[in-house]
């Protein structure tokens, strides 16, 4: 299945949602197909490996993030976390997450997922922690072993699942990014068995092309919502 393809499956299940149409009796039925054109292809669907906006336009609706933007304004809101809170360094983020919350997959949303998450992105190697992961780079600065001169001193430390409805996110110091940084679209919570079914963290590199994993060109999972894949 082509990237496009894809884009237009998860953009379509959002749009079809309570449509008004009418048939020939003219009465109003519920239901359709909205056909959407966007500008361009998507890159792919990781969320972590994108940065335009073509592509993070259909992975906002497969994928939430811990925390998001009340609509058209700059204030912070719920997403999958509930509430948050942090030390008075700014270093230690605890969420307490939504509840009843399921991936695309089945699979539950939990802390130990939202661990899963941090812990990839942090432990990138090889093509994988390259400049294609720029929003990860921007807050986190760098990676546990890091292979490029791209990559920093590392932000992140460690996450800890103290139970299934919170998660507790270390940081090596204090950055004014957060809490607003847990919004980025980058940073959206995959289904941890889709990224280990789909190989997510294999990326290969051909001079300044990339060649991504299965899980980012056809089959990515996020939590429920308006949007998802469908073979």
């Known amino acids: 299945m082509t990237l496009a393809a894809v884009a237009a499956l998860a953009v379509g299940a959002a749009g079809c949602a309570e449509s008004d149409r009418s048939d020939d009796s003219g009465e109003a039925k519920t239901g359709g197909t909205f056909i959407f054109a966007g500008a361009g292809d998507p890159k792919n669907f990781d969320p972590i490996f994108n940065d335009d906006g073509e592509s993070f336009r ?4 497969m994928y939430d ?31 307490k997450l939504r509840q009843g919350v399921k991936f695309h997959d089945g699979t539950p949303f939990n802390a130990s997922a ?5 812990d990839r992105w942090y432990n990138m190697k090889g093509a994988a922690a ?7 780079l921007d807050v986190f600065g760098g990676f546990a072993k890091n292979e490029s001169p791209d990559a920093g001193k590392p932000v992140y430390n460690k996450c800890e699942a103290k139970d299934d409805g919170t998660a507790v996110i270390t940081l090596n110091q204090y950055k004014g990014a957060f ?28 001079g300044d092309s990339f060649e991504y994993s ?5 089959g990515p999972v996020g939590t429920q919502g308006p949007g998802k894949v469908v073979r």
């Open 58 to 61: 259909p992975i906002r609706q």
């Open 214 to 218: 299965s899980f980012a060109t056809s």
């Open 114 to 118: 939202v661990c899963f998450n941090f």
């Open 65 to 95: 993030t811990l925390i998001q933007h009340k609509p058209g304004t700059a204030e912070l809101q719920g997403g999958l976390a509930e509430s948050w809170e942090h030390d008075p360094e700014g270093k230690v983020w605890t969420f």
């Open 130 to 136: 390259q400049s294609q992961m720029i929003y990860y």
């Open 179 to 206: 809490p607003g940084a847990f919004a980025l679209t980058a940073l959206s919570i995959a289904s941890p068995e889709a990224l280990k079914k789909g190989d997510a963290d294999t990326v290969k590199q051909n």
